[in-house]
């Protein structure tokens, strides 16, 4: 079935390091894809999307580029901050009929001071 | 704007009670989402509603679970009985437009015993 699914399950970064966040996906017919930052306690919260026709987006020290050859999605961030220490998901939009976002595990960004 | 609110933040109950949790979405916004969240299984849509219409309820685990939108400004999600085995983080989440980066509340942790 569909998956998106992310290569670690946890990071762990210096502080001021750049971090990269990888996910994969099945469904080559995804067309949209999500970021999202879950801090503990509270609900995820959307960093940045990306469109199929897009192969790169940048945000405020964050960048995703997406790889529809390998269907393989990347989340940087710059100069990491002990404040970026949450888990991150990834979310593709399945093309077709029934529409809904298929949800990665997550990965767990730990900034080490 | 205050977010999507989301309540009670905590639910405690015991095995075979009923159990309501309540959503106020973002004002404007015509879908609303309602997801669970636990540590084997991630985040699961659950249902969702298009201008307080349910759309797609194929994620509800069972006849026990069931969700109302009687309003804009207003969505429910009902447990009866519970089990302990849906203890998880409910999160209600809303946007304007569909899948696009809708933002999630604060949720609500369910623990039934």
């Known amino acids: 079935g569909e998956s998106v699914g992310l290569h670690l399950p946890t990071l762990s970064v210096q502080e001021g390091d750049n971090s990269i966040i990888n996910c994969a996906y099945s469904?080559?017919?995804?067309?949209?894809f999500i970021w999202y930052k879950q801090e503990s306690g509270k609900g995820p919260q959307f960093i940045i999307d990306i469109r199929s026709n897009m192969d790169k987006r940048q945000g405020q020290r964050v960048t995703v580029l997406l790889n529809k050859t390998v269907k393989h999605l990347s989340l940087q961030i710059a100069a990491t901050q002990p404040g970026d220490s949450a888990v991150y998901f990834c979310a593709g939009l399945n093309a077709g009929n029934n529409r809904k976002l298929i949800w990665g595990l997550g990965t767990s960004l730990a900034v080490n001071p | 704007d205050a977010g999507v609110i989301q309540s009670p933040r905590h639910e405690v109950t015991e095995m075979g009670q009923e159990v309501t949790l309540r959503c106020k979405p973002i004002s404007g916004h015509d879908y609303l989402f309602w997801y669970r969240q636990t540590m084997m299984r991630g985040l699961e849509l659950l249902i969702y509603f298009n201008n307080n219409v349910p759309i797609d309820d194929s994620g509800m685990p069972e006849d026990r679970f069931s969700a109302k939108m009687p309003n804009a400004s207003f969505s429910t999600l009902k447990i009866q009985p519970s089990e302990p085995r849906d203890s998880a983080v409910y999160f209600c989440?809303?946007?304007?437009?569909?899948?696009?980066?809708?933002?999630f509340g604060s949720g609500t942790r369910l623990t039934v015993v």
């Open positions: 469904n080559s017919a995804s067309d949209y």
């Open positions: 989440a809303s946007s304007f437009g569909g899948f696009y980066g809708y933002t």
